[in-house]
């Protein structure tokens, strides 16, 4: 089975911010990292990512920084978290986890 | 290999306006492009492969680009408004020096040589039509594409039926109109036509369709009615009944799927 990015909707910044909280990273390596954790049933544009990091820098939730030019004169960007992009995961974090046991209690299935 | 893929997404770029946004969003996606090719040839594929691979992630940049232009004020509009400013001067100035110089030396009159401000400002019409589309069209702003689309034929009404008809009247004392408004009904089947084959998709599709259908085959008998009998103020009378037949069955469909 494969789903599409829609089942991120509403959850990407969520999803990076959790990434960047482990330390800097660039656009392939977070994108990369959300594909491998999603058992490659996960399939999710670059565009959706992009997206989400403009949203995200102009909220104030990330930063970014130029790295050096690699092989070839490429750049990577890198993100990091700021201080409000703390504070907005550990409160999505935590209304994700009470959203969690409720749906269990409501879709859940096992006591049917 | 690293080239080729920098060569690839400077050509997908080409068609934008080189804003700091839109700059710094292909270099970005340019060096996740690197970094899959590095990934893929890691993981044991050939470079064509890795390529190809590395490629695709640049399959959805239009809406990366939408997305930029709209969270950043639409940047690459007000810069495509700037160069339209501009050239709307340089235009406007190149005509008038030519109308002068045509009115004042060549032809000593100013007597017929306004035409030349008319096709000129037709023709200038047209042109800012197209870079709307354009601009609508590269940034995927689908809504605002399709209504541009529909603007670039009427902005060539004008051009078409308005500009010859009036040289006919001016240059060789010969009255066309009667006759030369029979481009807009065929400009309007055109358009509609195009349009329904490029953009009618979805819900709305079938009733898109059958009025263009509809319009079609009412010009091809308003035409054939004409020309055969020569009742030509009276036969335009055929799309009247289409609007009416087109407005009843919009009408009656309504209902039916409200009682549904």
């Excluded at chain 1, 911010?17 to 491998?36: N, Q, T």
């Excluded at chain 2, 890691?42 to 390529?51: L, N, S, T």
């Excluded at chain 2, 232009?69 to 001067?89: D, I, P, Y």
């Excluded at chain 2, 009618?200 to 263009?212: S, V």
Aim: with cysteine.
């Amino acid at each position: 089975m494969s789903y599409s990015g829609e089942v991120l909707r509403g959850h990407t910044e969520t999803v990076i911010l959790a990434i960047l909280r482990g330390g800097d990273s660039y656009g392939y390596e977070i994108l990369k990292r959300i594909l491998d954790a999603g058992d490659g049933m996960i399939d999710i544009k670059d565009a959706t990512i992009y997206t989400a990091f403009k949203r995200m820098e102009k909220d104030g939730l990330i930063t970014t920084y130029w790295g050096d030019e690699g092989e070839g004169g490429a750049r990577r960007k890198y993100y990091s978290i700021t201080d409000a992009g703390r504070e907005y995961h550990e409160r999505k974090s935590r209304e994700w986890r009470e959203l969690t046991v409720i749906l269990d209690r409501l879709i859940g299935g096992d006591e049917a | 290999m690293k080239e080729e893929l920098k060569k690839y997404a400077w050509r997908k770029f080409r068609r934008y306006p080189k804003t700091k946004e839109i700059t710094e969003l292909r270099e970005e996606l340019w060096s996740m492009m690197c970094d899959k090719f590095d990934d893929c040839v890691a993981e044991g594929a050939d470079e064509k492969d890795a390529a190809r691979q590395a490629k695709e992630l640049m399959n959805d940049c239009t809406a990366a680009v939408r997305d930029v232009e709209v969270n950043s004020s639409m940047g690459a509009l007000r810069r495509m408004l700037v160069g339209l400013l501009t050239f709307s001067a340089a235009f406007m100035l190149a005509l008038t020096c030519v109308y002068l110089f045509l009115s004042l030396v060549t032809l000593k009159s100013f007597d017929k040589t306004w035409m030349l401000i008319v096709a000129g400002s037709f023709v200038y019409v047209v042109y800012v039509a197209v870079k709307l589309y354009n601009y609508a069209r590269h940034f995927g702003f689908s809504g605002l594409t399709r209504v541009a689309f529909g603007g670039v034929f009427l902005s060539l009404v004008p051009l078409l039926y308005v500009l010859p008809s009036l040289a006919a009247n001016v240059l060789f004392d010969t009255n066309i109109w009667g006759k030369s408004w029979l481009i807009v009904p065929l400009l309007a089947a055109i358009w509609l036509t195009a349009d329904m084959m490029l953009f009618a998709h979805g819900t709305k599709a079938f009733w898109w369709e059958f009025a263009a259908l509809g319009f079609l085959v009412t010009t091809v008998i308003f035409l054939a009615f004409s020309v055969f009998t020569g009742a030509w103020n009276v036969s335009w009378l055929v799309y009247v009944l289409y609007l009416v037949i087109v407005a009843f069955a919009i009408y009656f469909a309504e209902l039916r799927k409200r009682r549904a």
